[in-house]
């Protein structure tokens, strides 16, 4: 194997959506360059590399965790995926002098910007506030420590750049991917689990349920508005939401759409996006939806027709409106209109499908991805 790559993140086992996704799918596929060692929250999950799982978002026990796994694994590149395991390997690295290891950052977000973006659409807006300030210090360190920055999206270093004047002179842009069981739906049994709520078209939201922002919370809010406006039209869409159960919700829920809750079997999961008929992104201006690039890009490899409002697609905007989906507004009427007319005339809109799926599987299948990411590893460790 050649050289010795240690992989710091938050990846949590328990959670596998979101902030777990980046860092485990990447991680299975730059073993194929790289002698790999995970670090995260709960890394359980991990079965193709060795691993260690904190188990608390304490800095003080990512630094130790990570001291020991440069005395132990001796890594040449430490590549810490977003603030927290950044700061910690920083720190790390600049405790143990004689480390020969690189360190390359890896930010999934632009968390200053999404914080203050939801300051004045959260309940408590001073707690907010002190986060958006926290973590602007926190990745200004990061930025001004001069390491390279691999971005999960083109508009990471654009935002950078308005917030701190600077722009660094290491910085890739390397999105998200998708993995192999969307793209080939075929393995999967031939059951459609919504066959009671046919001939009505299934429009499929996920939005699990995550205790550290209310970015999906928003996006259900607005989900259930959408399915209001269309009550009245029950066989012709059904709104059918993933990742939450309807005891969450505390707002009336109109009779067109369910909640299915988690869905811990993966199967299941693919199975709930083969059979659906539209996918929907319906996030606010104000929820900043970083994790929204995961579920788009499920979507689209799984042969769906997106609708979205533009939020939905930050991140990813190589994908346009009328070429690969359907772009709405932010208002719950438009968005209602758009999914209205999809779910009417589906087949008229079948070459979005086509073209969003041939883009992605020539370009962000997660393989590809950790190829990219793994040339900027050895460029950077070369010198």
Not at 272 to 294: C, E, M, T, W
């Amino acid at each position: 194997m050649g050289k010795r790559l240690l992989i710091v993140s938050t990846l949590d086992s328990s959670q596998p959506f979101g902030a777990f996704t980046r860092p485990f799918y990447l991680g299975q596929y730059l073993t194929k360059y790289f002698d790999v060692f995970q670090l995260g929250l709960d890394c359980s999950s991990v079965k193709y590399a060795p691993s260690v799982s904190i188990g608390t978002r304490s800095l003080k026990s990512y630094i130790q965790a990570i001291e020991k796994c440069i005395d132990e694994f001796c890594p040449d590149i430490v590549y810490a995926q977003e603030t927290l395991p950044g700061l910690a390997a920083l720190v790390s690295l600049k405790l143990r002098k004689h480390s020969s290891s690189s360190l390359v950052l890896d930010f999934h977000t632009f968390s200053p910007y999404e914080y203050w973006m939801r300051l004045f659409s959260v309940a408590n807006p001073f707690k907010e506030f002190a986060q958006c300030i926290k973590t602007y210090i926190a990745q200004g360190i990061l930025i001004f420590s001069g390491s390279p920055i691999i971005a999960a999206g083109e508009s990471i270093p654009k935002l950078i750049s308005q917030w701190y004047g600077k722009t660094p002179q290491q910085i890739y842009s390397i999105g998200n991917g998708v993995t192999e069981d969307l793209l080939n739906t075929e393995i999967f049994p031939d059951k459609d689990p919504y066959q009671t709520l046919k001939p009505a078209k299934i429009v499929v939201i996920i939005a699990p349920k995550t205790f550290q922002f209310p970015t999906n919370d928003m996006s259900v809010s607005m989900a259930i508005e959408v399915a209001k406006s269309i009550e009245i039209h029950p066989e012709k869409v059904h709104f059918v939401v993933i990742g939450r159960d309807s005891s969450d919700i505390s707002e009336p829920i109109p009779s067109n759409i369910s909640f299915l809750g988690f869905l811990p079997k993966r199967e299941d999961f693919v199975a709930h996006l083969k059979y659906a008929d539209i996918a929907l992104l319906p996030f606010s201006k104000q929820a900043v939806a970083g994790g929204a690039r995961n579920k788009a890009l499920d979507y689209f490899a799984s042969r769906k027709l997106v609708v979205s409002t533009p939020e939905g697609l930050r991140g990813l905007e190589e994908f346009r409106h009328l070429e690969h989906l359907l772009v709405t507004g932010y208002s719950s009427e438009e968005v209602a209109k758009t999914v209205l007319d999809a779910a009417s005339n589906i087949d008229k809109y079948q070459s979005l499908v086509d073209t969003a799926y041939t883009l992605i599987t020539e370009k962000y299948s997660w393989n590809a991805r950790a190829q990219n990411i793994a040339e900027i590893l050895m460029k950077i460790s070369a010198f």
